[in-house]
C-alpha cells in the first residue's frame, strides 16, 4: 500500500521537468523567412525561431546561435562557423555578422538554444540548414539566350539541350532567371510544383532566379534540360489602361540558367545557358498572364524535352543582353496550386455552352478533360457573375481592358484538341 501511493507523488514531480524540456526548446527556424531554403543570396541573412511556452509569464531572457558545415557536431552544441555566445534579449530573430563570409554553393546547419525567463537553460533546438545561392553576380556562367523572335509574335518559345554527365552524381542545383515567365524540366520531368516563376520586379533594374535541387533528376548519363518561356509582365501583349504593353523593359522572354553537378569524386561542372541551345515553337500559341493562354494541342512535340528528341527541324537561340546587371535569389514561398475545387453545379445553356460553378471565388485556373475531334476549339471563359440571362458576365472585370481586335478574348482559356483520346488542359 505504501508503494501505491508514493508512485502517483513520483510521476507528478517528473511531468514539470518534461514539459519544461520540451517548451524550453526553439522551433520553427527560419532563414529569411524560410525554412531550410536553398539558393539564399543574402550576405547577412536573419534567422528567426519561435517558442512554444504555455506556462504562465513564459519570456525568452537569452539565447544562443550556432552554426556550421556538420550537422551532428551542431545538434551537439558546436558550431564551427559562426556562435553567437549567449545574447541577452527576448528577440527571436538575429541577422548575421560572423567574421567569416557565407561561401557561394554552401550548405550551413544551425541551431539555437534559448534561457527561459528563470535563467534556465532549454534544450537545443532541431537542427535546421540553408544553402547559399551565387551571392555575388560574378558567379554566374554562361550567357542569356532568346529565340529569334521579335515582341510581336504569340508562340511561346521552348528550348533544350542535351549532355552527358562526368560520373556519379552528389548533388545538383539548377539556377534559373528569366524576364518574363518559365517552366523548367529535366529528362521530360518538371523539376517542381510551382507557378508563375520568376515573381514580377522593375525587370529592368533586378531579376530573380530561383533554385531547384534537381540531383534526382540527373542520375543518369544522358540528361535534357527542356525550358518554355512566357510573357509575364516582361513582354505584356493584351492592351489594358496601365499601357504594360507600352513599358520600356518589354523585350522577348529570356532566360539564364546554370546547372552546377557536384559528382560523387568531388568535381564540380556547370551546365549553363548559351548559343548551343537549340530553340523551337510547340503548343502554346498564345499566353498572357492579363488575359488568358491559348494551346493548340495539334503542334505539340512529344518528348521534346527528353534525351531521345530528334531536335533536326529545331534552329539555333540567340544570344541577348542581361534584362539587367542585377540578378538575385527569389526567396519567398513560391504561389503552388494547393486545392482542387471541383464544381459544385454544371447546367447546360445552349447547344455548346455549359455554366460551371465552383461556389467561391478563386484565384487559380481552370482544368479540363475532354475529348473529341482535330481541332474542335473550347473556349472557357472566367466570370465572377451571371448576368439577367444566367449567362457568364465579365461586366465588373475587364472594364480595364481595351482590346485590339478579336484574338486575345478578356479571360478566356482556348484549347484547341489534338483529336488523340482524351485529352487534359490546364494553362
Known amino acids: ?198 515573381l514580377y520586379t522593375r525587370f529592368d533594374k533586378r531579376n530573380l532566379y530561383i533554385t531547384h535541387d534537381v540531383t534526382s533528376l540527373i542520375q543518369q548519363k544522358e540528361v535534357a534540360i527542356g525550358v518554355v518561356l512566357g510573357n509575364g509582365w516582361y513582354n505584356h501583349q493584351s492592351t489594358a489602361v496601365w499601357n504594360f504593353d507600352k513599358a520600356h523593359w518589354r523585350n522577348r522572354p529570356r532566360f539564364i540558367m546554370n546547372l552546377r553537378i557536384v559528382y560523387e569524386n568531388g568535381k564540380v561542372e556547370t551546365i549553363s545557358s548559351g548559343p548551343e541551345w537549340k530553340t523551337s515553337t510547340g503548343p502554346i500559341i498564345f499566353n498572357s498572364i492579363y488575359t488568358a493562354e491559348h494551346y493548340d494541342a495539334r503542334l505539340e512535340q512529344k518528348g521534346w524535352n527528353t534525351p531521345d528528341f530528334n531536335d533536326a527541324k529545331w534552329t539555333a537561340v540567340r544570344t541577348v543582353p542581361a534584362a539587367s546587371e542585377n540578378i538575385v535569389s527569389q526567396c519567398v514561398e513560391p504561389i503552388r496550386a494547393i486545392e482542387t475545387i471541383p464544381a459544385v453545379s454544371i447546367r447546360k445553356a445552349g447547344d455548346n455552352i455549359w455554366i460551371y460553378d465552383l461556389g467561391r471565388n478563386i484565384a487559380g485556373v481552370s482544368k479540363i478533360t475532354v475529348s473529341g475531334p482535330a481541332g474542335t476549339v473550347i473556349r472557357l471563359k472566367h466570370a465572377e457573375l451571371l448576368d439577367s440571362l444566367g449567362m457568364a458576365d465579365q461586366s465588373n472585370i475587364n472594364v480595364h481592358y481595351r482590346p485590339v481586335g478579336d484574338s486575345d478574348p478578356f479571360q478566356t482559356d482556348i484549347f484547341i484538341l489534338s483529336g488523340k483520346g482524351q485529352e487534359t488542359f490546364m494553362p
Do not use: C
Open 1 to 198: 500500500m505504501k508503494f501505491i501511493a508514493i508512485l502517483p507523488v513520483m510521476l507528478l514531480s517528473l511531468l514539470p521537468l518534461s514539459s519544461f524540456a520540451k517548451k524550453s526548446q526553439p522551433q520553427k527556424l527560419t532563414v529569411e523567412n524560410m525554412t531550410n531554403p536553398i539558393g539564399v543570396d543574402e550576405k547577412a541573412p536573419r534567422f528567426k525561431w519561435q517558442l512554444n511556452d504555455d506556462r504562465h509569464g513564459a519570456a525568452q531572457q537569452a539565447f544562443r546561435i550556432r552554426v556550421g558545415s556538420d550537422s551532428a557536431a551542431v545538434a551537439r552544441g558546436k558550431g564551427g562557423f559562426w556562435d553567437t555566445g549567449v545574447v541577452r534579449g527576448d528577440q527571436m530573430q538575429m541577422v548575421f555578422d560572423g567574421k567569416k563570409s557565407l561561401q557561394p554553393f554552401t550548405r550551413y546547419y544551425w541551431s539555437v538554444q534559448s534561457w527561459d525567463q528563470n535563467g534556465k537553460k532549454g534544450r537545443i533546438s532541431p537542427v535546421a540548414s540553408f544553402e547559399t545561392g551565387m551571392i555575388d553576380q560574378s558567379n554566374w556562367l554562361g550567357q542569356w539566350i532568346a529565340d529569334t523572335n521579335d515582341i510581336n509574335f504569340k508562340p511561346a518559345p521552348y528550348f533544350r539541350k542535351t549532355f552527358k554527365t562526368a560520373g556519379p552524381v552528389k548533388s545538383a542545383r539548377a539556377y534559373i532567371s528569366a524576364a518574363g515567365l518559365f517552366e523548367l524540366s529535366i529528362n521530360g520531368q518538371t523539376v517542381s510544383d510551382h507557378r508563375l516563376d520568376p
